[in-house]
């Protein structure tokens, strides 16, 4: 076998894969999701393979500056302690225990929730811009900070698979893509862990939750959203018994929506859901 043809072959392949790589940054160059100014092509031709796991030390910081401006960075308003035990929002002088006031007075059916930023104004437009106007290449940046902040405390959860919060096929439709899904499908790339899109399915069209109260928050969701049979006894075979799930969602504001997530699989027979969220409402900052 003539290995030195081999040898040739593949460095022409990396050659037109790189020169591939290099017309698309230059025709579709990745945006500061806070500026909107063009991330240096020298950053973005460099950067870390995400799909291959979660980077380390130097390449890790490689990987933001990929995403992220650095000045811009360290405008996103991160969630930082102390925080609710239970979902993880962020709590302020004045509230009392280790609760936030809406976890005190009601029972969740999650263990615990993480989220990553405060839903300001800043973190508003990115998310927006996720949902709304079609920017998904955002949802790296996203996937990168929840993996980096979080990937610790998601391995020692012992989790084994991560849901995404499912929007109704009318909405998946129009919009084209589900933006829980995609971070659900970018944190399990970095942090190896599966993803499964199929458990649990919205079967109700509910009114988008930032139109609505807090009191009328619940009641949109009721009936919405329903495990599907075939799925779970798959996970159940392979798992066994004590399964425990992540599910994944963008912005956390009243809890209602990863409760009856979170008791759909429970019902099913899941034995433990946590939650991790890219933003989370507060007393200050609330969806609106």
Same mark, same amino acid.
């Given at each position: ?7 040739? !072959? ?29 991330? =240096?092509?020298?950053?973005?031709? +460099? ?7 979660? =980077? ?7 990987? +933001? ?16 302690? =102390? ?6 929002? %962020? ?15 009601? $029972?969740? @059916? ?23 106007? @079609? ?18 405390? #998601?391995?020692? *959860? ?6 995404p919060v499912p ?26 862990? =599966? &993803? ?6 919205? $079967?109700?069209? !509910? ?14 969701? %009721?009936?919405?959203?329903?495990? &599907?049979?075939?799925? #779970? ?5 392979? +798992? ?5 799930? *992540? ?9 209602? !929506? ?7 699989? $429970?019902?099913?027979? $899941?034995?433990?859901v946590y939650g991790l969220c ?11």
């Amino acid at each position: 076998m003539n290995r030195s043809h081999l040898y040739r !072959t593949d460095s022409i392949k990396k050659a037109v894969k790189t020169a591939g790589s290099i017309a698309v940054e230059l025709l579709f160059p990745q945006k500061c999701p806070v500026c909107g100014d063009a991330i =240096p092509i020298e950053n973005r031709l +460099y950067k870390s393979d995400l799909s291959r796991g979660l =980077p380390e030390g130097g390449s890790l910081m490689a990987a +933001y500056d990929a995403l992220i401006c650095r000045d811009c960075r360290k405008e996103l308003a991160l969630i930082r302690d =102390p925080v609710c035990e239970k979902c993880g929002k %962020q709590l302020y002088t004045g509230e009392e225990g280790r609760l936030c006031h809406d976890c005190r007075e009601k $029972i969740r @059916s999650f263990s615990s929730c993480r989220c990553m930023l405060i839903y300001d104004e800043l973190t508003r437009d990115i998310i927006s811009a996720v949902k709304y106007n @079609s920017k998904r290449e955002y949802i790296d940046l996203l996937s990168l900070m929840a993996a980096d902040r979080y990937g610790s405390w #998601i391995k020692e *959860l012992g989790i084994d698979l991560i849901i995404p919060v499912p929007v109704h096929a009318k909405r998946l439709k129009k919009r084209g893509y589900n933006q829980a899904e995609l971070m659900a499908l970018g944190i399990g790339r970095l942090l190896n862990i =599966p &993803v499964e899109t199929k458990a649990v399915i919205r $079967i109700k069209h !509910t009114l988008p939750q930032k139109e609505l109260d807090r009191d009328s928050r619940l009641k949109n969701l %009721q009936n919405a959203f329903q495990t &599907v049979p075939d799925t #779970i006894k798959k996970i159940k075979s392979y +798992y066994g018994d004590a399964v425990s799930v *992540l599910v994944a969602d963008d912005i956390y504001t009243t809890g209602a !929506t990863l409760d009856l997530v979170s008791l759909s699989l $429970i019902r099913a027979g $899941i034995s433990r859901v946590y939650g991790l969220c890219m933003a989370a409402g507060t007393d200050i900052f609330t969806v609106d």
